[in-house]
């Protein structure tokens, strides 16, 4: 697409003579001026209607809008490279920038050129930066994903003064919901932690950002801004944050260690400086205590796609699967809650209180969603209206918001004995003042127009001096067409029009061929020219241009009053912000917890029980994405159970060792497991017939293969970090789930690896664990290691081929089936049979060494080490052979040979 910049103002209009090249011209003056006080972003400079691009920044545009690059005179003897953006589609291609990862400084005119030509010809509109846009500091609708927070997160660092490591004070902000969270954690967990905030940006101190330790996180994040330290000067944290909230004193908002109120106070100072003086208004820092949350790594919210699936989609996610919310800010908070599982048993049970009473009483159930779909996104409204870039209609949502609460309100106050949860939410609801919403009905207009700009939002009758501004512009307007209808009379010219546009004001219009009549005495003494076009010739008249002001005067008079109601409006929805806020909160607080009852009642999910142990027992478990994507298919899910319960003599939960061919579903069962945990633990009913959870605070997965070759890592190399990282932090109460560690190198030594792993959780880390492999000869580790149970995926032959029958039982499986899996997928026959013939050979040559060497140097396998000597059938490669040697073609008749051929044919495999 190509976009052309309109010409600036006269007043604006550079020299491109050879004298003037070497020098600086006033308007480029300043925008170098303002350029430089803004280093790292794209300044958008507005001239008219257009914002406008200068030097690197409109190539940088340039490319990643694809529009196209002008030039604008010249500045040092070189062409100024220039592009530019209609104003009116401005957001659009900010968030296109913003997309991409740059940063853009708005710049808008402070003044209107007509006042800046009253100080000379070669004045230079005042113009000043308004707003710096950023990733995480965005609150327009069309710059965000209204299901997804927008946060921006500051890291501090605290070097360790002892063995114990440095310590990180991490704070996140969502501008658009006023969300203010803080926390502390190690640099060991700053990855997890990181993995499941999520941030859209990232702020952290020059030094920080060149840590080699870290740079290769900060990699992984899509947007990290260092700035000067004097942004996280522990000091003066303090004093900013009181600043911010104009207190005298932050005790009244929790006790924050030293180390939080730095990156708090960081987090509040960047935003103070992108907002240029607008301070959006803040909920007080929420402080989130260490081990309140189930901590998941990156690796494993990957594996596990609980947001987004391997190749960066919602669709697919567990997220999606589990998604029934009718409103903006209940998808937000259900992904905040699937993000960040509880650890705290009595919390867990409050919200399963919530979805029990949804769950059973459909008719309640049903009625709320429905006020919920019509219910506005409260807080992204008002967030907006607090910095100044609301409009008319973020106004209606607070009106239509606090009537859907009274709605709300009356429909649940009639069920009793309601769970905490649903009281509390009612209690806020109950908050905000009905009078608020009475009064924006009685002062908004039926239909609103988007921007406070373009006027007519004000309901006639609210305002008696507005009704009267508005009757003598729309006076003016019939004076206009009266006067049109006499001056077609007058001149005879019934054609004649009186039009208005931006550049002329009100003119008089006629076709070309009256044009001379009008410039013709007598009627060239009324009808003064101002323009000829192609088919067209304009006039001006005295009488036009006095009734021309009257009605520009009587339109600005009504648009400023209309204005100045609106910032009435407006403060009155700010002082009312705390119990807006706390409405909408329980808006999306009853959103989620209603959707959660129809996804229980729609997929057949249970109630679990969540404790303080380390139970982990599931009946009839299913994995809740495969199981939608079977359904949608008309197939059925086939579900199994699992027990890593701690056994009658045992203090530590079980290990299932899980054999069986590829595509069996052992990766499924293994994730089902993960799921159903983290579900449960979120607060949520779960695919399953009984589920009974002790509570897991750390969740940890090994599932899937992929090279990470940025970090120059190979797919073997990320699987044994993924491993380490498991096995040097997974204690008691973690949920462990591993699939085919060691596959990615030689069989002895990927085997070593396997056993040794194995051991290592259940001695050391002595956690619930699942680990499904192909090294069948694993499975005599049971009759050493007491918590290790085998499990097995059956399936059944059925003439050569293998039927998945995806049911997990105790046992060991004694063959992968992989020659079969190859056939399913595809592979040609004559490779299927070549394989067959390959693999019984090697078995019969190498399985006595392996059995020997597994004997000698791992005794665990000696067991089944033992079973490699029993003698093997032929195999049919080896019969074919066989019957061949015994044919003598000199002593047979042309029968006989023809009668062997056919014996022969008929040993091929089939």
């Not at 960040?340 to 919390?347: C, K, N, V």
């Not at 949804?358 to 709320?368: G, I, M, W, Y």
């Not at 373009?454 to 307007?477: C, H, I, K, M, P």
Request: aromatic content about 6%; proline content about 5%; some cysteine.
């Amino acid at each position: 697409m190509t976009i052309h910049s309109t010409p600036p103002a006269p007043i604006e209009t550079e020299t491109t003579s050879p004298e003037a090249a070497s020098r600086v011209t006033p308007m480029m003056e300043q925008y170098l001026e303002i350029k430089a006080a803004n280093p790292g972003l794209l300044l958008f400079y507005r001239m008219g209607d257009f914002y406008e691009l200068f030097f690197e920044d409109a190539e940088i545009a340039s490319r990643s809008l694809g529009i196209t690059l002008t030039k604008r005179g010249k500045h040092l003897g070189q062409d100024i490279p220039m592009c530019g953006v209609p104003v009116e589609r401005a957001d659009d291609y900010l968030h296109r920038l913003i997309a991409l990862g740059n940063r853009v400084a708005v710049c808008e005119q402070m003044e209107d050129p007509a006042a800046a030509r009253k100080r000379g010809n070669k004045s230079v509109v005042r113009r000043d930066v308004v707003r710096l846009v950023t990733p995480g500091t965005l609150t327009e609708d069309t710059l965000l994903d209204a299901r997804t927070n927008n946060y921006l997160l500051a890291v501090a660092r605290a070097r360790a003064s002892s063995a114990g490591g440095d310590r990180i004070g991490l704070a996140w902000i969502d501008i658009s919901t006023s969300e203010f969270i803080v926390t502390e954690c190690s640099t060991a967990e700053l990855g997890a932690t990181l993995a499941r905030i999520n941030p859209n940006e990232v702020i952290v101190t020059d030094a920080l950002y060149s840590d080699p330790e870290l740079a290769a996180l900060f990699r992984t994040l899509p947007a990290v801004t260092p700035l000067t330290r004097d942004v996280f000067d522990a000091a003066t944290a303090e004093r900013r944050l009181c600043d911010y909230f104009a207190v005298a004193t932050m005790d009244g908002f929790g006790t924050m260690s030293r180390l939080e109120a730095t990156a708090a106070a960081a987090a509040v100072t960047y935003i103070d400086r992108t907002q240029v003086g607008k301070r959006p208004p803040l909920s007080p820092p929420a402080r989130e205590a260490a081990g309140t949350t189930m901590a998941i790594d990156p690796a494993t919210r990957a594996n596990l796609e609980l947001t987004r699936t391997l190749s960066g989609e919602r669709r697919g996610s567990l997220l999606d699967a589990i998604d029934c919310t009718v409103t903006a800010a209940g998808s937000r908070l259900l992904a905040q809650r699937l993000a960040a599982p509880l650890t705290d048993s009595p919390t867990i049970s409050h919200r399963l209180d919530a979805i029990a009473l949804f769950a059973h009483d459909s008719a309640a159930r049903e009625d709320l969603r429905g006020i919920l779909r019509a219910a506005p996104d409260i807080s992204r409204a008002l967030a907006r209206l607090s910095i100044g870039r609301g409009g008319p209609r973020d106004l209606a949502a607070l009106r239509d918001g606090v009537l859907a609460a009274d709605q709300v309100v009356e429909r649940l106050s009639r069920i009793t004995d309601l769970p905490r949860d649903i009281h509390l939410a009612l209690d806020a609801l109950r908050r905000p003042s009905r009078d608020l919403a009475r009064e924006f009905a009685r002062g908004l207009a039926e239909d609103l127009p988007l921007l406070k700009r373009d006027g007519g939002f004000v309901r006639q009758g609210y305002d008696s001096n507005l009704d009267e501004t508005r009757n003598l512009r729309d006076a003016s307007r019939l004076v206009v067409a009266a006067m049109q209808a006499r001056y077609a009379d007058d001149t005879g010219i019934k054609a004649l029009k009186i039009r208005h546009n931006n550049v002329l004001g009100y003119f008089v219009e006629v076709t070309a061929q009256h044009g001379d009549k009008l410039m013709t005495a007598p009627l060239n003494a009324t009808f003064i020219h101002r323009q000829t076009l192609a088919g067209q010739v304009r006039f001006t008249t005295t009488e036009l241009g006095e009734i021309e002001a009257k009605i520009a005067n009587a339109g600005e008079r009504a648009l400023g009053l209309e204005l100045e109601i609106f910032d009435r409006l407006c403060a009155k929805a700010i002082a009312a912000g705390d119990d807006l806020r706390a409405a909408a909160h329980a808006f999306a607080l009853l959103d989620v917890t209603s959707s959660l009852a129809k996804l229980a009642i729609d997929e057949n999910y249970v109630r679990p029980v969540v404790d303080n142990s380390l139970k982990f027992s599931i009946e009839g478990g299913r994995h809740p994405v495969v199981e939608q994507s079977l359904k949608r298919d008309g197939q059925p899910f086939i579900a199994n159970a699992c027990d890593l319960s701690p056994g009658p003599s045992q203090s530590s939960g079980q290990i299932w060792l899980i054999t069986g061919p590829n595509m069996a579903g052992k990766s499924t069962f293994l994730r089902q497991n993960a799921l159903i945990a983290l579900l449960a633990q979120m607060g949520s009913f779960v695919p399953a017939k009984l589920a009974h959870i002790g509570i897991v605070d750390r969740l940890f997965s090994r599932v899937g293969a992929a090279d990470d070759l940025a970090r120059g890592r190979s797919t073997f190399m990320v699987e044994m970090v993924e491993t380490a990282a498991i096995l040097n932090q997974a204690s008691e109460r973690a949920l462990v789930i591993l699939d085919e560690i060691g596959r990615g190198t030689s069989t002895f030594d990927g085997l070593s690896i396997a056993w040794a792993s194995i051991e290592h959780l259940h001695e050391s880390n002595r956690c619930r664990a699942l680990f499904a492999t192909h090294y069948h000869e694993l499975t005599a580790l049971s009759a050493n290691l007491p918590r290790l149970f085998n499990a097995t995926v059956r399936v059944k032959e059925w003439q050569g081929d293998v039927v998945f029958l995806h049911e997990v039982l105790p046992g060991a499986a004694d063959r992968s089936y992989g020659i079969q899996v190859a056939k399913l997928a595809g592979l040609p026959a004559a490779v299927i049979a070549r394989a067959k013939s390959v693999l019984t050979k090697l078995e019969a040559q190498d399985r006595g060494s392996t059995a020997r060497a597994l004997a000698d140097d791992l005794p665990l396998f000696a067991v089944t080490s033992r079973a490699a000597h029993e003698p093997l059938p032929p195999s049919p490669a080896d019969q074919l052979v066989e019957a061949l040697n015994a044919l003598h073609p000199d002593d047979m008749s042309p029968r006989d040979a023809l009668e062997a051929l056919y014996a022969l044919k008929a040993k091929l495999p089939k």
